[in-house]
């Protein structure tokens, strides 16, 4: 390697949390089979990155300087990537830092009465600080915060709701006292399907799950083989539940039918959608039916290696995932002969670092590979060429946990479910302004009328001002408009879309304004830059829509609205991916389903 490396020296402390990821090994490191990782070890570049910050606070540039001699990257690749994360720092950073989410759930739930408390009273001193930060997952438990510690035994920590006292306190180093998740709203209703373990059983006993059916679906498959197991996918009809709604039979079907080899198994837990949760609930509280699930997939797809890519700010769901991979390879429900069916398939876990676009299917693969999580053109496809170059399967944790009761009941019976263009069980987060936030399973068909009454209703009574379908990508509705069934079909009839399944609620106290404006700052915040149309369109629609909700227009407020239908056309019509694609979705329906810059509506 004829590069010039960075003259800068790691101390001790960082030299020992960096060599403790990477280990001596450079074959295994990181990994339980070498096979496919043969070509360099840049794919240990994310991990390597949040080890030194995990050990100091940030990362230095003797820590940069360290990894980029270990893993053989250049130091301005390594720089690259390491910008690119919001959770990531390269300017010095007290080892204690608590992120305070400002988005749009926990305003709601009086986030910014708690910031604005912070910013009289707390300042970073006493080797801490503390951040504003996007949508953390917790909208269920509103206003949020995630709290890192670094150190020799690093520590995060996701909880809320979260008062001003108990900020402080965790920056001042105290003990806060345990914080147990709240249980699905619907937990032990035994008509669930999905949630029907969550909140009943102990995530973290491989027995108990053995005890409420667990691993009668992977037994199942190998009864029917990998492609009876496809066979039956198909006949379900299941569609991708992450928003794209692709018939994941068909995605299975193509990976296995692929000679390249090895193929690749992606487990999409990046769901950083502001309002998005139902991930979350699953992996934390029924982590063995993520790993199950996965092993059936791999096993119909022919996939040795999978990854769970996990957002970074969800530590609860890392370690309760580590846990069930462990105790699954324990009993040989993992490793080089699965179940004693020769079946080879193990499972490592990925974590992100606070990058919405990497929820995106191939900013995925540039993630795990070590670049900058930019996506990538299509085609070729990820299930041509994916991660490494080879075969993927890509699924969202919901997405794969259908995939257990499809075998247990049979595709046709899952297909009797819904209707028939909208099969199964759906998973909806609903927060904001009801009173009982949570995540609620109905089958497709279900209205918003009676999802919001599953939530309690709108909170203290008050009136539903607009509801956002489908996180910040997605669309508003009225508050009128509570017959809309919850199906694709219905959405696309109601012009909205179901996206993740974020049904997020606001009374007529809440400042849409406001909202419209975070909103817009998030997407130019968390566009990755690549292309122009979005790299520019979501910098320019948030100057636009900065100028109509102060009312200093530039010529009028329809001149305005003119161009921001412009700019939102634009980058529809030209972005790489669907964060350029669905940025103006929000805004567009507040002003043409809302009326909200019509004549005396602006506050």
């Known amino acids: 390697m004829d590069l010039r490396q960075l003259e800068a020296e790691p101390t001790a402390e960082e030299r020992e949390a960096i060599d403790a990821r990477l280990g001596d090994d450079p074959e295994r490191a990181g990994t339980h089979f070498a096979a496919g990782f043969r070509r360099g070890r840049r794919h240990l570049l994310l991990p390597a990155l949040q080890a030194a910050q995990a050990g100091v606070g940030f990362i230095s540039e003797g820590a940069l300087g360290y990894i980029c001699k270990r893993l053989e990257v250049p130091p301005a690749d390594a720089h690259g990537v390491a910008t690119f994360y919001a959770l990531l720092s390269l300017e010095p950073r007290p080892r204690r830092v608590l992120h305070v989410c400002d988005d749009i759930a926990c305003r709601c739930r009086g986030a910014n009465e708690l910031i604005a ?17 996007p ?62 373990r969550v909140g009943v059983i102990d995530p973290g006993s491989l027995d108990d799950y053995l005890a409420h059916g667990g691993y009668l679906a992977l037994r199942r498959a190998f009864e029917i083989g990998a492609e009876g197991v496809i066979r039956e996918v198909l006949d379900s009809k299941l569609t991708g539940r992450g928003g794209a709604a692709f018939p994941t039979g068909r995605k299975w079907d193509a990976v296995a039918r692929q000679p390249a080899q090895p193929h690749y198994l992606i487990c999409n837990a990046d769901e950083s959608e ?33 990854f769970v890519y996990v957002r970074g700010e969800y530590p609860l769901a890392v370690e309760r995932l580590q846990g069930a991979i462990d105790a699954a390879r324990a009993r040989d429900l993992l490793g080089g002969d699965v179940m004693g069916r020769g079946v080879r398939f193990d499972v490592e876990i990925r974590k992100g670092a606070g990058a919405y676009i990497c929820g995106e299917e191939t900013a995925i693969f540039n993630s795990i590979e070590g670049f900058r999580g930019e996506p990538r053109n299509k085609p070729p496809f990820p299930v041509e060429s994916g991660l490494f170059g080879k075969p993927t399967v890509v699924n969202n944790v919901e997405t794969l946990v259908n995939v257990l009761g499809i075998l247990l009941e049979g595709g046709s019976a899952y297909a009797r479910i819904g209707t028939p263009q ?97 909103i817009a700052a998030f997407f130019r915040d968390e566009s990755c830059g690549q292309c122009v149309p979005c ?69």
Not at 117 to 133: I, K, P, Q, V, Y
Not at 536 to 547: F, K, P
Not at 552 to 575: C, H, V
Request: proline content about 5%.
């Open 422 to 518: 909208s099969t199964g069980p759906k998973l909806f987060c609903v927060c904001g302004c009801v009173e009982r936030p949570g995540v609620y399973e109905v089958e497709f068909g279900a209205t918003l009328r009676d999802l919001l009454a599953l939530a309690g209703g709108v909170a203290r009574g008050r009136k539903a001002q607009a509801i956002l379908l489908g996180g910040a990508a997605g669309v508003f509705v009225r508050g009128d408009e509570l017959d809309i069934p919850l199906t694709f079909e219905g959405a696309r009839a109601a012009q909205v879309t179901l996206g993740s399944g974020v049904v997020m609620v606001f009374d007529d106290s809440v400042d849409l304004p406001s909202v419209l404006l975070r």
């Open 274 to 306: 502001p309002g998005t949760f139902k991930d979350r609930v699953l992996m934390e509280g029924d982590p063995f039916a993520v790993v199950e699930s996965m092993t059936v997939c791999a096993y119909a797809t022919g996939c040795e290696q999978g």
């Open 117 to 133: 408390d912070l910013e009289r009273t707390t300042g970073d001193e006493n080797g801490a600080a503390w951040l504003r930060s």
């Open 535 to 603: 790299r520019v369109g979501t910098v320019r629609q948030e100057e636009a829509l900065h100028r109509i909700v102060t009312r200093r227009p530039r010529g009028s407020t329809a001149a305005e609205l003119a161009l921001l239908d412009e700019i939102g056309r634009a980058m529809k019509d030209a972005s790489i991916c669907g964060l350029g694609q669905t940025a103006y979705g929000a805004i567009e329906s507040a002003a043409r389903r809302l009326r909200l810059f019509e004549e005396g509506k602006l506050r």
């Open 135 to 196: 949508c953390l997952g917790l909208c269920d438990q509103a206003p949020a915060a995630f709290l890192t510690v670094a150190g020799r035994s690093p520590a995060e920590r996701l909880f809320g709701p979260v008062t001003a006292e108990q900020a402080r306190a965790a920056l001042a180093g105290e003990t806060l006292p345990e914080m147990r998740r709240q249980r699905p709203p619907q937990a032990g209703d035994p008509s669930l399907r999905l949630l029907k």
